[in-house]
């Protein structure tokens, strides 16, 4: 079993219930700050909370460069303040935390929650100017190679409370900001995934089938899924070198993921599959709008990171649809599956090994490998969903706002 060393703020796995619903207590008024609502998970988990946070009778307000997750917002009768929040030049980050500040006094924001460093930035500077409480969720290792980078990344491990989404970002901030970081202000809340999205029951064949379709998938073949935009550290080559060493022609690879315009990998890709004769059995596709229908086609789903994922959605959204899984040993691995349960665990960077977790994987029984997908379910249902993040994050605002 893997280690489950992590805590979270409340173990409520129904409705959220926050404490400001007892007498003496006042529901908040959140401000969440990110750069944009494009797409990602710290976007996707600002959306959720939001929509949490109005459910709870608190106030939610999301500042952001504006893009199309905005629409949710909007649907919801949350208000969005769109400014340049995206940006890393200093004299924007210094006008920004002026609107900010405008912001939180014109709503008498109690709480600003910042999702990543530029925002943060402006964020941290207006909380002072203002007195609003100040917190932030650290999303990612934020790899830095120099002093000055480190200064920079350090905006995440100044908040009043300090949301990491996996144990393993903890041991991560403690690692690299322990002179800074208080280990007390620290809460662990694992993201969440949409069981009513991600729930076998809710896709129709004929969603399946649809994407079958569209990626010419034949209907005899076992599918291999890896989903993640491309960019070298997802693991896309190693993917790659290893079918070529599996050497079998009757299966199909599906490629999951936008280049985001990153042209020249994508090119380089696509010749190393014609090098390795591999035209027929990988397929690239661009971003998929149905994860769940995917997953469903695939016989198996991969991560093939060569870099710590620092929670890894793709490997729990595909367990919670009943699908075996291929993970590599760095990141937050050891949290999201049961290594030889509910998962093959590979070294990073290692074909032959993803080779031969391949080979057991498609080998296997479909009895065995159902069994394991239904083991895999259950483990996400306990532990990754969405109601519980954001009932473990309205428990955080709480304890800000009312000790």
Request: a positive charge.
């Amino acid at each position: 079993m893997p280690s489950d060393t992590a805590t979270t703020a409340t173990e409520t796995t129904g409705t959220p219930s926050p404490g400001w619903h007892r007498p003496g207590r006042r529901a908040p008024v959140v401000l969440q700050v990110v750069p944009a609502l494009v797409t990602g998970g710290a976007e996707r988990g600002c959306i959720d909370v939001a929509l949490a946070l109005k459910a709870a009778g608190a106030v939610p307000l999301v500042a952001s460069a504006g893009g199309p997750m905005a629409h949710e917002l909007d649907r919801a009768g949350i208000t969005h303040i769109t400014l340049p929040l995206a940006s890393k030049n200093p004299l924007t980050i210094w006008r920004n935390a002026g609107a900010l500040a405008d912001i939180i006094r014109r709503h008498t924001v109690d709480i600003v929650h910042a999702r990543s460093r530029a925002p943060a930035w402006s964020a941290s500077l207006a909380a002072k100017r203002t007195g609003a409480r100040y917190m932030t969720t650290f999303h990612s290792t934020y790899n830095f190679g120099s002093g000055l980078k480190r200064r920079y990344n350090a905006v995440m491990v100044r908040g009043e409370r300090i949301i990491a989404i996996s144990g393993f970002i903890r041991d991560h901030i403690l690692s690299n900001y322990g002179d800074i970081a208080d280990p007390s202000r620290i809460r662990v809340i694992h993201r969440g995934i949409d069981t009513d999205v991600f729930a076998p029951d809710r896709v129709s064949p004929a969603r399946i089938a649809q994407l079958a379709t569209q990626w010419r998938v034949p209907d005899d073949r076992p599918v291999i899924l890896l989903p993640g935009r491309l960019t070298r550290w997802k693991g896309q080559t190693v993917m790659i070198d290893a079918l070529e060493k599996l050497g079998r022609k009757d299966i199909r690879c599906l490629l999951v993921g936008s280049d985001q315009g990153r042209t020249g990998y994508r090119a380089e890709l696509e010749s190393r599959i014609r090098r390795a004769g591999l035209e027929g059995v990988v397929h690239m596709t661009d971003h998929c709008n149905d994860m769940a229908a995917a997953y469903r086609l695939s016989t198996v789903v991969v991560s093939a990171s060569r870099e710590p994922e620092a929670f890894g959605r793709v490997i729990v959204e595909a367990q919670a649809m009943g699908r075996p899984v291929i993970v590599t040993s760095i990141g937050a691995y050891q949290e999201t599956v049961i290594p030889g349960e509910t998962a093959w665990v590979v070294p990073p960077d290692d074909p032959d090994s993803l080779a031969q977790a391949l080979a057991q994987a498609l080998e296997m029984p479909v009895e065995q490998r159902d069994a394991i997908g239904d083991h895999a379910r259950a483990f996400v249902a306990g532990r990754y969903t969405k109601t519980r993040m954001c009932a473990d994050t309205l428990a955080v605002y709480d304890e800000l706002v009312n000790g």
